[in-house]
């Protein structure tokens, strides 16, 4: 790489789960392309377990309201990677708003290959 010149930034793939709204992938879309809801994927039914490895196994993180893929995070560690939106009571807007804002930290989780959870809280 020269002086100047970046190296193309693979925009992460987000995992959705059951506690956030199917249309949240979405409208994350531009800049999380190829996210999906755990509905999409037939993993609506899906227990945690089931969704942490196909996360892993796919290349997906994990967005969450719900503290048990917080806690799954601290068990198993990477690579595995989840994001726990930490915003309480809020709107599909709110949780989007939240994943747009910090689009470079999230990227940073990716790419890190020891990082295992970002806690995303209001400003």
């Given amino acids: 790489m020269t002086a100047g010149s ?15 709204a199917p249309s949240l992938a979405r409208r994350l879309s531009d800049l999380y392309p190829g996210s999906a809801h755990v509905r999409d994927l037939g ?17 997906y993180l994990i967005v969450t309201k719900d503290d048990d893929f917080r806690q799954r995070s601290f068990l198993r560690g990477a690579p595995t990677k989840v994001l726990w939106a930490k915003l309480g009571n809020c709107s599909t807007a709110d949780v989007e708003r939240a994943l747009r804002g910090r689009y470079a930290t999230i990227v940073a989780l990716a790419e890190d290959e020891m990082a295992a959870l970002l806690v995303i809280v209001r400003p």
């Fill in 6 to 20: 970046r190296a193309a930034v693979t925009p992460p793939r987000l995992l959705i789960d059951e506690h956030s």
């Fill in 43 to 59: 993993l609506a039914t899906a227990d945690d377990e089931q969704i942490w490895l196909h996360a892993r196994n796919v290349g």
